[in-house]
Nanobody, 128 residues
Framework: QVQLVESGGGLVETGASLTLSCVAS????????MGWFRQAPGKDREFVAA????????YYGDSVKGRFTISRDKAKNTVYLQMDSLRPEDSDTYLC?????????????????????WGQGTQVTVSS
């Protein structure tokens, strides 16, 4: 089993920056990728960003490209999401996810159903 704990959310103004962190613990040796999704109440999870744990390749949702940066610290089993130029529409619960299976291609990262483990989420609110 793997446990994921997110932190770093909060209330900020438009244009501000935040950095989210997600620490993985437990049986993390088979990590293939980690990702961030966001979700509003009653809505589907939206892909934000993902990183290949082994080679560091990164992938982003269209709405955050150029503003958000995902990174990882393998020694700390931690993935980060640096969020710059935040907008009110970025307000959501941000969830960290971890996938252990090896997948080919680059499109699967955006499919939440393929991730094995999820954190509880951290709330981000951007005021206008």
């Amino acid at each position: 089993q793997v446990q994921l704990v997110e932190s770093g959310g909060g209330l900020v103004e438009t244009g501000a920056s935040l950095t989210l962190s997600c620490v993985a613990s437990g049986r993390t040796s088979n990590t293939f990728a980690m990702g961030w999704f966001r979700q509003a109440p009653g809505k589907d999870r939206e892909f934000v960003a993902a990183i290949n744990w082994n080679d560091g390749s990164t992938y982003y949702g269209d709405s955050v490209k150029g503003r958000f940066t995902i990174s990882r610290d393998k020694a700390k089993n931690t993935v980060y999401l640096q969020m710059d130029s935040l907008r009110p529409e970025d307000s959501d619960t941000y969830l960290c996810a971890l996938e252990t299976a090896v997948h080919g291609g680059t499109t699967w990262y955006a499919w939440p159903t393929l991730y094995d483990y999820w954190g509880q989420g951290t709330q981000v609110t951007v005021s206008s």
